[in-house]
């Protein structure tokens, strides 16, 4: 009796049971791999989930797990290169690397855009100017 109002304050979780089903092995960290068609951010999510139910699992368990389950062989070089010591230092390269990706897709994509706008244009003036004079541009005499 003397220790009820230390636990007065506590709330029965139904759902208690239930979460305690979906703790994970920390050993099959390794076995969390990006799937086909999954984007490295949808990845990322799905990772920090399932490796959020494996109770004790190192660090450094983490990093290597993710680092071997990612499929984008540029960015595992660059891991590689330069491991992080957490994973939030694995998961702000892992953004700078997305960001840089689609800078550099964007990039490509608007010169391919700029290109093309240039050879039109350049097309269409020397198409112009090889019209007849009577369709064409007038000369003066």
Known sequence: MG??????????????????????DPVEIHNIKQRD?????????RFKIETGRMKGAPECMRISGFMHGINNPELTKRLNEHVPRT??????????????????ANKKKGMRT?????????????????????????KKY
Do not use: C, W
């Open 87 to 104: 994973m939030e230092e694995m998961m702000i390269a892992t953004t700078a690397f997305i960001r840089g990706e689609a800078a550099a």
């Open 114 to 138: 700029k290109g093309l706008t240039s050879e039109v244009t350049q097309g269409m003036v020397g198409e112009l100017t090889d019209l007849p004079p009577s369709l064409g541009h007038q």
């Open 3 to 24: 220790h009820a109002h230390l636990v007065s304050h506590v709330q029965f979780n139904p759902n208690r049971g239930r979460e305690e089903k979906y703790v994970k």
């Open 37 to 45: 068609g999954e984007t490295l951010e949808d990845f990322m999510k």
